[in-house]
């Protein structure tokens, strides 16, 4: 079963190799949704970026910990596609389908080896990026996710070969190896604090 990528979100900690990846969504007229630095990257490389707070016209809060966290957007990664009801759900509430996300999260680990602040290290906990990965990883049918900048070539030739979507497979290995990624970042996290 292909899906069509007609919205995507984007939403990285680290920011390389992003440009091939925007040139190929901008060739098949996909929407960017995007936050904070990463909404600044892409303005920057010259690729046009709607803001989280703009799109879902809630300002970001408790500084920057509040962004991706609403129902505009979870309800657009989570819905189920095939579902009547789902889809009377979203049309009322006018939420649209957000058919890719692209995330990493911040670099805990990184911040534990340099940092000996307890406040610098929990606030570098990532709870959006992480909310996100799992709601488009459970919906791996219809949406997908794409964790490490290792895969944005794997991810460019799936658009390329299938004209702006992407297989059913495609998107299920995916999901396992966000749900993967997933485990192993709050692994880490419960180690530095145990």
Same mark, same amino acid.
């Given at each position: 079963?292909?899906? #069509?990528?007609?919205? *995507?979100?984007?939403? !990285? &900690?680290?920011? %390389?190799?992003?440009?091939?990846? @925007?040139?190929?969504?901008? /060739?098949?007229?996909?929407?960017?949704?995007?936050?904070?630095?990463?909404?600044?990257?892409?303005? #920057?490389?010259?690729? *046009?970026?709607?803001? !989280? &707070?703009?799109? %879902?016209?809630?300002?970001?809060? @408790?500084?920057?910990?509040? /962004?991706?966290?609403?129902?505009?957007?979870?309800?657009?990664?989570?819905?189920?596609?095939?579902? #009547?009801?789902?889809?009377?759900?979203?049309?009322?509430?006018?939420?649209?389908?957000?058919?890719?996300?692209?995330?990493?999260?911040?670099?805990?680990?990184?911040?534990?080896?340099?940092?000996?602040?307890?406040?610098?290290?929990?606030?570098?906990?990532?709870?959006?990026?992480?909310?996100?990965?799992?709601?488009?990883?459970?919906?791996?049918?219809?949406?997908?996710?794409?964790?490490?900048?290792?895969?944005?070539?794997?991810?460019?030739?799936?658009?390329?070969?299938?004209?702006?979507?992407?297989?059913?497979?495609?998107?299920?290995?995916?999901?396992?190896?966000?749900?993967?990624?997933?485990?192993?970042?709050?692994?880490?996290?419960?180690?530095?604090?145990?």
């Amino acid at each position: 079963m292909q899906q #069509k990528i007609k919205t *995507a979100l984007i939403s !990285v &900690s680290d920011k %390389t190799n992003l440009s091939n990846v @925007l040139k190929t969504l901008k /060739k098949y007229n996909v929407k960017i949704i995007s936050s904070g630095g990463t909404y600044l990257s892409i303005k #920057k490389l010259g690729y *046009a970026c709607t803001e !989280v &707070s703009s799109y %879902t016209g809630f300002k970001e809060m @408790l500084n920057g910990r509040i /962004k991706t966290l609403h129902p505009k957007i979870h309800a657009g990664i989570l819905h189920d596609r095939s579902n #009547k009801k789902h889809s009377i759900e979203m049309n009322k509430q006018k939420f649209p389908s957000i058919d890719l996300i692209i995330v990493n999260f911040y670099p805990f680990q990184k911040i534990v080896i340099n940092s000996k602040s307890n406040k610098e290290i929990i606030e570098n906990i990532d709870i959006g990026g992480p909310t996100m990965v799992r709601s488009a990883a459970k919906n791996f049918r219809n949406v997908l996710i794409i964790t490490n900048k290792n895969d944005y070539l794997d991810l460019i030739n799936e658009i390329e070969k299938n004209k702006g979507k992407t297989s059913l497979n495609f998107r299920e290995y995916m999901s396992s190896k966000a749900f993967g990624l997933t485990a192993y970042y709050d692994a880490m996290i419960a180690n530095w604090f145990t």
